[in-house]
C-alpha cells in the first residue's frame, strides 16, 4: 500500500521538476526567438519612408540574407546538443572548449560566405527579379549587410554554448538588447545622418556585432573560469563541422518545401499568393511557440544522457510531448477564434479572405501535431540524432513534392495546398515517433 502511493508522489514530482526545467528554458527562448524577427520589421519600417523603390530592394535583400543565414541554423543546434551532453557529464571546461570549436566554425563559414556576397550580389538580386529601380538599394544592402553575417553566425553558435549551458535568459537579454539598438541606430542613420538604405545597413551590421561581441565576452569569460582554451582546434572545428552537415541537410530540405509551398500558392492566382503569404505568416510565429520547447528539449535531453541518465531522458521526452500536444491544443483554438479579427489586419480583399479561411482551420487543427513533432525533432536534435533527421526530412520533402504540384491539376486551391503541408507535418511525426519509440537515439556518454 505504500509503495502504491509513493509511486504516484514519484511520477508527481518528476513531472514538477520537468515542468520547471521545460520552463525555465522555453519561456526566455521564445522571446528571444520572437525578438529576432523584429530586426527585419524595425528595419522594413524605417525603410519604408524613404520610398517604396528602397523597400522594395530591402525585401530582396532580406531575403537573401535570412536565407543564408537560416541554412546555418546547426551552429546552434549542433552546438547545444554536444555542450549539454558535456554538461550532464559534469565536464564544464570540455563543454565550453566544445562551444569555441562551434564558434570558430561559424567565424570560418562567415568569412566563405561574405566572400561570396560581396562580389556576387548584383547577380545575386538580379536572380530575384528585382526591377530596375528596386536592383541598385538591395545590392547596396546587401553588400553592406552582408559583413555582418560572421557575427550572425557567431551569435548562432554562441546561442547553442547558452543553451548547452542550460542558460536562455541571456540570449533573451541580447537579442532584445540588440533589437533596441538596431532601431535607434538605423534612425540615426537613416535620417540623421542622411545615409538612406546603406544607413539602415550599417544600423544592422553594427546592432550584429554588438551583440556577437557580448556573446563572445560570455562565454570566453567562461572558458577562463573552467580553464578552457580559446585557440582554435582543428580537430575539433572538423568534428563540429560533421556533427552539423546532417543537420544542415534536414534544414535545407524544410527549407526546399516551403519554397515548393510558396511556388505552387503562386501559380493558384493572385489572391491565393497573397492568401498564402498571410497563413505562412502566422504558421511561422506558431512555430516559435512551439520551437521554443523543442529548443528546451535539446538542452535538456542532452544533459540528461551527458549523465548517463537514459530513464531521466525518456522521462523528459514524454513530459515534453505533453507539453507539445497541449500547447498545440492552445494555440489552435487560438488561431480559430481570432480569424475575424486576425485577417483584416492583412487585407481588406474579400477573394484573399475567402481562401484564407479553410487555410487556417486547417493550420488550426493541425497544431498538437505540429507540437509533438517539433518537440521530437529537439529531443532527437538534443541527443545528437543528426543523420536520422536528416535522412527522415528528406523521405518527407519526397512525399510533399509530388502532392503539393498536384494540388494546380486536382484543383482544391490554397485549402488543398495547406491540407499537403499538414500531410507534410504528418510525415514528420510518423517518422521522429517511430524513432523515438524504437530507443536507438538513447546513447548515454558525454559524446555520442
Same mark, same amino acid.
Given at each position: 500500500?505504500?509503495?502504491? %502511493?509513493? #509511486? @504516484?508522489?514519484? +511520477?508527481?514530482?518528476? !513531472?514538477?521538476?520537468?515542468?520547471?526545467?521545460?520552463?525555465? /528554458?522555453? $519561456?526566455?527562448?521564445?522571446?528571444?526567438?520572437?525578438?529576432?524577427?523584429?530586426?527585419?520589421?524595425?528595419?522594413?519600417?524605417?525603410?519604408?519612408?524613404?520610398?517604396?523603390?528602397?523597400?522594395?530592394?530591402?525585401?530582396?535583400?532580406?531575403?537573401?540574407?535570412?536565407?543564408?543565414?537560416?541554412?546555418?541554423?546547426?551552429?546552434?543546434?549542433?552546438?547545444?546538443?554536444?555542450?549539454?551532453?558535456?554538461?550532464?557529464?559534469?565536464?564544464?571546461?570540455?563543454?565550453?572548449?566544445?562551444?569555441?570549436?562551434?564558434?570558430?566554425?561559424?567565424?570560418?563559414?562567415?568569412?566563405?560566405?561574405?566572400?561570396?556576397?560581396?562580389?556576387?550580389?548584383?547577380?545575386?538580386?538580379?536572380?530575384?527579379?528585382?526591377?530596375? %529601380?528596386? #536592383? @541598385?538599394?538591395? +545590392?547596396?544592402?546587401? !553588400?553592406?549587410?552582408?559583413?555582418?553575417?560572421?557575427?550572425? /553566425?557567431? $551569435?548562432?553558435?554562441?546561442?547553442?554554448?547558452?543553451?548547452?549551458?542550460?542558460?536562455?535568459?541571456?540570449?533573451?537579454?541580447?537579442?532584445?538588447?540588440?533589437?533596441?539598438?538596431?532601431?535607434?541606430?538605423?534612425?540615426?542613420?537613416?535620417?540623421?545622418?542622411?545615409?538612406?538604405?546603406?544607413?539602415?545597413?550599417?544600423?544592422?551590421?553594427?546592432?550584429?556585432?554588438?551583440?556577437?561581441?557580448?556573446?563572445?565576452?560570455?562565454?570566453?569569460?567562461?572558458?577562463?573560469?573552467?580553464?578552457?582554451?580559446?585557440?582554435?582546434?582543428?580537430?575539433?572545428?572538423?568534428?563540429?563541422?560533421?556533427?552539423?552537415?546532417?543537420?544542415?541537410?534536414?534544414?535545407?530540405?524544410?527549407?526546399?518545401?516551403?519554397?515548393?509551398?510558396? #511556388?505552387?500558392?503562386?501559380?493558384?492566382?493572385?489572391?491565393?499568393?497573397?492568401?498564402?503569404?498571410?497563413?505562412?505568416?502566422?504558421?511561422?510565429?506558431?512555430?516559435?511557440?512551439?520551437?521554443?520547447?523543442?529548443?528546451?528539449?535539446?538542452?535538456?535531453?542532452?544533459?540528461?544522457?551527458?549523465?548517463?541518465?537514459?530513464?531521466?531522458?525518456?522521462?523528459?521526452?514524454?513530459?515534453?510531448?505533453?507539453?507539445?500536444?497541449?500547447?498545440?491544443?492552445?494555440?489552435?483554438?487560438?488561431?480559430?477564434?481570432?480569424?475575424?479579427?486576425?485577417?483584416?489586419?492583412?487585407?481588406?480583399?474579400?477573394?484573399?479572405?475567402?481562401?484564407?479561411?479553410?487555410?487556417?482551420?486547417?493550420?488550426?487543427?493541425?497544431?498538437?501535431?505540429?507540437?509533438?513533432?517539433?518537440?521530437?525533432?529537439?529531443?532527437?536534435?538534443?541527443?545528437?540524432?543528426?543523420?536520422?533527421?536528416?535522412?527522415?526530412?528528406?523521405?518527407?520533402?519526397?512525399?510533399?513534392?509530388?502532392?503539393?504540384?498536384?494540388?494546380?491539376?486536382?484543383?482544391?486551391?490554397?485549402?488543398?495546398?495547406?491540407?499537403?503541408?499538414?500531410?507534410?507535418?504528418?510525415?514528420?511525426?510518423?517518422?521522429?515517433?517511430?524513432?523515438?519509440?524504437?530507443?536507438?537515439?538513447?546513447?548515454?556518454?558525454?559524446?555520442?
Amino acid at each position: 500500500m505504500v509503495l502504491m %502511493t509513493q #509511486a @504516484p508522489a514519484r +511520477t508527481r514530482t518528476v !513531472r514538477r521538476r520537468h515542468d520547471r526545467e521545460i520552463v525555465a /528554458l522555453a $519561456v526566455p527562448a521564445f522571446g528571444a526567438l520572437v525578438a529576432e524577427p523584429l530586426f527585419v520589421m524595425a528595419d522594413s519600417a524605417i525603410v519604408g519612408h524613404l520610398g517604396t523603390a528602397q523597400l522594395a530592394g530591402l525585401g530582396i535583400a532580406s531575403a537573401l540574407l535570412t536565407t543564408a543565414v537560416s541554412v546555418f541554423v546547426f551552429l546552434a543546434y549542433a552546438t547545444t546538443a554536444a555542450v549539454s551532453r558535456r554538461v550532464g557529464a559534469g565536464n564544464l571546461q570540455a563543454a565550453i572548449r566544445q562551444g569555441m570549436d562551434g564558434i570558430w566554425l561559424a567565424l570560418l563559414l562567415g568569412a566563405a560566405v561574405v566572400a561570396v556576397f560581396l562580389p556576387a550580389a548584383p547577380s545575386l538580386v538580379e536572380l530575384f527579379g528585382a526591377s530596375d %529601380t528596386a #536592383a @541598385p538599394y538591395a +545590392t547596396t544592402y546587401l !553588400r553592406i549587410s552582408s559583413l555582418g553575417i560572421p557575427a550572425m /553566425l557567431v $551569435v548562432l553558435a554562441s546561442t547553442g554554448v547558452l543553451r548547452g549551458l542550460q542558460n536562455t535568459r541571456t540570449p533573451l537579454y541580447v537579442a532584445v538588447a540588440g533589437f533596441i539598438a538596431n532601431a535607434v541606430l538605423n534612425v540615426l542613420l537613416v535620417y540623421g545622418a542622411g545615409l538612406g538604405i546603406a544607413g539602415s545597413a550599417w544600423g544592422t551590421v553594427i546592432a550584429q556585432c554588438g551583440m556577437a561581441a557580448v556573446y563572445l565576452w560570455v562565454v570566453v569569460r567562461g572558458a577562463r573560469q573552467h580553464g578552457a582554451s580559446l585557440r582554435p582546434d582543428l580537430v575539433g572545428i572538423r568534428a563540429s563541422a560533421q556533427a552539423g552537415m546532417p543537420l544542415l541537410v534536414r534544414t535545407l530540405s524544410l527549407r526546399a518545401i516551403l519554397m515548393i509551398a510558396t #511556388a505552387v500558392a503562386a501559380r493558384l492566382g493572385d489572391a491565393d499568393i497573397a492568401a498564402h503569404q498571410i497563413v505562412l505568416s502566422l504558421w511561422s510565429l506558431l512555430a516559435f511557440a512551439l520551437d521554443a520547447i523543442a529548443i528546451a528539449g535539446q538542452a535538456i535531453i542532452g544533459r540528461y544522457l551527458g549523465a548517463d541518465d537514459a530513464q531521466g531522458a525518456r522521462e523528459a521526452c514524454r513530459r515534453m510531448v505533453e507539453w507539445g500536444v497541449a500547447v498545440g491544443v492552445v494555440l489552435g483554438l487560438l488561431v480559430v477564434l481570432s480569424r475575424p479579427v486576425f485577417l483584416p489586419l492583412f487585407t481588406g480583399d474579400s477573394m484573399v479572405t475567402d481562401a484564407a479561411l479553410p487555410a487556417l482551420v486547417i493550420v488550426a487543427v493541425a497544431q498538437p501535431v505540429c507540437g509533438v513533432v517539433f518537440v521530437l525533432d529537439g529531443v532527437l536534435m538534443g541527443a545528437g540524432d543528426g543523420p536520422y533527421l536528416a535522412w527522415a526530412m528528406l523521405l518527407t520533402l519526397a512525399v510533399f513534392t509530388p502532392a503539393a504540384l498536384l494540388v494546380p491539376t486536382l484543383g482544391g486551391g490554397l485549402t488543398a495546398l495547406w491540407a499537403a503541408m499538414t500531410l507534410m507535418m504528418a510525415m514528420r511525426l510518423v517518422t521522429l515517433w517511430l524513432r523515438t519509440r524504437s530507443g536507438r537515439w538513447i546513447v548515454t556518454g558525454a559524446t555520442r
